[in-house]
């Protein structure tokens, strides 16, 4: 017999564009959901901000987010 447990999460989740989901879990856990691909990465007030404007930042700046807090 195993034992498993598991714990009680709020997960959510916000449409970036067709195809594209944020993830953000337990406050500090975060994914991209891109197609069938899933990035993980840490989810900080950085990130928070971004994901905020991101109608207004530049690439480079979610991609430099993503490269420091990839899990």
């Given amino acids: 017999m195993q034992t498993i447990i598991a714990e009680n999460v709020a997960i959510n989740v916000t449409n970036i ?7 953000v879990y337990k406050n500090d856990e975060a994914a991209l959901l891109i197609g069938d691909s899933l990035v993980e990465f840490k989810w900080s007030k950085d990130a928070e901000v971004l994901f905020e404007e991101l109608d207004v930042c530049e690439p480079i700046e979610l991609l430099a987010i993503l490269a420091t807090t990839i899990n």
């Avoid at 564009?17 to 993830?23: A, K, S």
């Fill in 17 to 23: 564009i067709q195809g594209v989901d944020l993830m």
